[in-house]
């Protein structure tokens, strides 16, 4: 496990991390979310060595941070480290031999690793005339070819299309499964609520969240319901409830906490989220008793939702 304890930093005057905690377990994919400019790079090179942040401090398995685990760090900058003019295999070569593998093994794990993201057939070409979603799978390559016990990709999913993200997905999976710890970072919403299991959301140099995205999900889906009848204006006319979006001819609403005690759609009383769900059942009932319901469900919020609301 490695964990990020209270780290703050400061360009110059300027303040870009703030108390930056959180951990990275074993087992899953960590996803690391922020706008651009959010302090993910900051943090990142920060966990690497790479800066040395004006607070706080680095843990790996219980223990500071030294330079020889970092040596067992597989990483993947934003800005990529390729040589152009080398050819790819000669460059994952290259690299695992500065991490202490010995030629032979090297050998057979690069061929292996371009077998597995399907580039095999690019090995000896140089980098440049690869195209970027190319040379991000090369990257790959490089970040995993020393058998790293702890991975770290800056926007390793950015530029690539969806064949791409399938395969680097699927290689960071299994390096999830073999135990690796693995955060990456991204500002893609959508491809993050697919891909990771855990997450941490940052903004302006402050941590915001952090947990299963499921249980991130559900926290901020309270009250949060999705129906599908002939009339619902009925249903936005009552107290505290709100259209938050439409979908065909679905409408996603939230009922706000405290709401209906007035005794709208027949309930009042505490505010928490057991009323919220019977005055959920209420709107169901009465939506019923008005005409067919095609649907009627709990909503799960999107992630993209839960950023607007915490950032
Ligand atoms: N070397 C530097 N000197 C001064 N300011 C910097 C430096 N590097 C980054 N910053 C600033 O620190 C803040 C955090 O930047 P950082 O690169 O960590 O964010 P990020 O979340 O990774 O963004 P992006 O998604 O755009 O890469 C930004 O406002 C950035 O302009």
Redesign the pocket.
């Given at each position: 496990m490695l964990e990020v304890k209270g780290i703050s930093h400061w360009?110059?005057e300027?303040q870009?991390?703030r108390d930056v905690t959180f951990s990275v377990t074993s087992g899953h994919l960590t996803g690391f979310v922020?706008?651009?400019?959010?302090?993910?790079?900051?943090?990142?090179?920060s966990i690497l060595g790479l800066?040395r942040p004006t607070k706080g401090e680095v843990l790996f398995q219980g223990k500071p941070i030294s330079d020889t685990d970092r040596t067992r760090f597989g990483y993947m900058p934003?800005e990529r480290g390729l040589y152009p003019k080398m050819k790819v295999r000669e460059q994952i070569i290259y690299f695992a031999k500065l991490h202490g593998v010995d030629g032979a093994t090297a050998a057979k794990r690069a061929d292996e690793l371009l077998e597995r993201v399907n580039l095999a057939e690019r090995a000896n070409e140089n980098v440049e005339a690869l195209s970027l979603g190319n040379q991000q799978r090369a990257q790959i390559c490089v970040s995993l070819v020393h058998e790293p016990e702890f991975l770290i990709l800056?926007?390793p999913f950015s530029g690539l299309d969806p064949i791409a993200v399938d395969v680097v997905l699927s290689v960071l999976q299994e390096q999830a499964a073999r135990g690796v710890p693995v955060l990456f970072?991204s500002?893609q919403l959508d491809v993050v609520e697919r891909l990771s299991d855990e997450l941490v959301i940052?903004s302006e140099?402050e941590i915001k969240a952090t947990g299963s995205r499921r249980s991130l999900q559900e926290q901020h889906s309270q009250g949060l319901f999705r129906i599908s009848v002939d009339d619902d204006a009925w249903i936005l006319a009552q107290d505290g409830v709100t259209e938050v979006g439409r979908e065909g001819e679905d409408l996603i609403f939230r009922i706000a906490r405290g709401a209906g005690d007035d005794g709208s759609a027949g309930f009042a009383g505490d505010s928490d989220g057991a009323d919220i769900d019977a005055r959920g059942q209420a709107i169901l009932q009465e939506a019923v008793s008005r005409g067919p319901v095609r649907r009627f469900n709990h909503e799960l919020v999107r992630l993209s939702t839960i950023f607007k609301e915490i950032r």
């Open positions: 360009y110059g300027r870009v991390l922020g706008a651009n400019g959010a302090g993910k790079t900051t943090t990142m090179r800066i934003e800056d926007e970072s500002h940052i140099g």
